[in-house]
């Protein structure tokens, strides 16, 4: 079974330009997951989506951030303009249903990481 | 609050000793605990997780953890550490309510030596 994809793998841009970022899930995996992880810490939710529509974006950034999940398959992230506390690497992840199990576990993908200079 | 905690940043070991990765937590009503592993370049692999029954939990590559209620604790176990166990261990709660949010402690690098 193919796991999540994720591209590109690696990206350098320069402070308030603007990127984007994709993802395929596991095939069948109604729920989605975008992760930042600042080196030092732990990868930290900025949205999830169930099927196409957002359940979680508390701590998205909405003035530069923005992601969709058109057809509730695959998903992009984009920041515009970029800061340089964005870099990071960005995670994507995925997860069977969209009843938001207790249970069920989220297979991540691996991942993008992104400088800002 | 609803927090993980890893109070080792590193964890040094030498191969063939036993490994502990220690992570403690803090959720309000039963709580659901994962394990994952990050390698260089890599995104994070599950190795296991404590959802109900049995405290200690077996999961991928030989691992386990064990789940302690009164001490509010998960650590991650290991009989006989391997030089390919070195790698970037998070600990991860699954928060009450919400949508399989999951909060992941700051993470633990452990190191095996030959």
Do not use: M
């Not at chain 1, 994709?22 to 729920?31: D, E, F, L």
């Not at chain 2, 599950?46 to 405290?55: A, C, Q, V």
């Amino acid at each position: 079974e193919a796991g999540v994809a994720q591209s590109p793998r690696y990206k350098i841009i320069e402070k308030r330009q603007s990127v984007a970022f994709w993802c395929n899930p596991i095939s069948g995996h109604a729920t989605l997951y975008w992760y930042q992880q600042i080196l030092g810490q732990g990868p930290k939710l900025l949205i999830q989506f169930q099927n196409n529509g957002v359940v979680d974006d508390s701590q998205l950034p909405k003035d530069r951030f923005s992601a969709e999940r058109l057809k509730g398959v695959d998903s992009t992230l984009k920041i515009q303009p970029a800061k340089l506390e964005d870099s990071a690497v960005y995670l994507c992840a995925s997860s069977l249903s969209n009843s938001g199990l207790a249970q069920e576990t989220q297979y991540f993908g691996p991942g993008t990481r992104l400088l800002v200079l | 609050a609803q927090s993980v905690a890893q109070p080792e940043d590193q964890v040094n070991v030498a191969e063939g000793n036993p490994l502990t990765v220690k992570c403690t937590y803090s959720v309000s009503g039963n709580p659901y605990l994962f394990w994952y592993v990050q390698y260089p370049n890599r995104g994070l692999q599950f190795l296991l997780k404590y959802i109900t029954g049995d405290n200690l939990v077996k999961g991928s590559y030989g691992f386990e953890a064990e789940f302690n209620k009164s001490q509010t604790s998960f650590h991650l176990k290991k009989p006989s550490a391997l030089v390919s166990d070195s790698a970037l261990y998070f600990c991860a709660v699954r928060l009450s309510g919400g949508y399989n949010k999951l909060i992941f402690g700051a993470g633990t690098r452990l190191a095996v030596h030959p």
